[in-house]
Antibody
Framework: QVQLQESGPGLVKPSETLSLTCTVS????????WSWIRQPPGKGLEWIGY???????NYNPSLKSRVTMSVDTSKNQFSLKLSSVTAADTALYFC??????????????WGQGTLVTVSS | SYELTQPPSVSVSPGQTARITCSAD??????AYWYQQKPGQAPVLVIY???ERPSGIPERFSGSSSGTTVTLTISGVQAEDEADYYC????????????FGGGTKLTVL
């Protein structure tokens, strides 16, 4: 059974960089697309972007200037960095898996989510 | 920016049929996906590629597409179906940017 687990600081200061890692267990990170999705408290889901195990990426245009995603196949992990954070970046951050970027079978596995609060 | 439009809320009595819609210009060209999210939990995929149901999802969940609108139908709604439902799709510009709808709160009366 594939499992995803987000990890990283739960509190980040304004203007600093948010860094999260998603560890994949029970399956290989290869051959899939790995996404980050966030959900501000009491609000809806927002797609941040995805990274392929090969390293190719696609980001939400509204966040693109601040987002960097990377993948470490040797550790079965992928990561998110979001720079220059503000209170508006406070959210529950999920990682999720899909089999393709086009005509996929959807996000079939999700992490439990990790809450990141931006505050001084 | 590309947007998917959902009604904020839908209410039904147990045993009735709930229909949740999602509208956008690109939906005739792009598949839609539906997720169920209960409080404090990660979303769960209930429909993919407009009308396919993942294994383990009850048969009362179905999806359909007509023009610029896709619909999630829950037949014989049960109390456990009360949740937020989100549609997801991609734009049709070739950039494959994914987007979620604003979500619909399904209340079982």
């Amino acid at each position: 059974q594939v499992q995803l687990q987000e990890s990283g600081p739960g509190l980040v200061k304004p203007s600093e960089t948010l860094s999260l890692t998603c560890t994949v267990s029970g399956g290989s990170i290869s051959s899939y697309y790995w996404s980050w999705i966030r959900q501000p408290p009491g609000k809806g889901l927002e797609w941040i972007g995805y990274i392929h195990y090969s390293g190719s990426t696609n980001y939400n245009p509204s966040l693109k200037s601040r987002v960097t995603m990377s993948v470490d196949t040797s550790k079965n992990q992928f990561s998110l960095k979001l720079s220059s954070v503000t209170a508006a970046d406070t959210a529950l951050y999920f990682c999720a898996r899909s089999d393709h970027y086009y005509d996929s079978s959807g996000y079939d596995y999700w992490g439990q989510g990790t809450l990141v609060t931006v505050s001084s | 920016s590309y947007e998917l439009t959902q009604p904020p809320s839908v209410s039904v009595s147990p045993g009735q049929t709930a229909r949740i819609t999602c509208s956008a210009d690109a939906l005739p060209k792009q598949y839609a996906y539906w997720y169920q999210q209960k409080p404090g939990q990660a979303p769960v995929l209930v429909i993919y590629k407009d009308s396919e149901r993942p294994s383990g999802i009850p048969e009362r969940f179905s999806g359909s597409s007509s023009g610029t609108t896709v619909t999630l139908t829950i037949s014989g709604v049960q109390a456990e179906d009360e949740a937020d439902y989100y549609c997801q799709s991609a734009d049709s510009s070739g950039t494959y940017l994914w987007v979620f709808g604003g979500g619909t709160k399904l209340t079982v009366l």
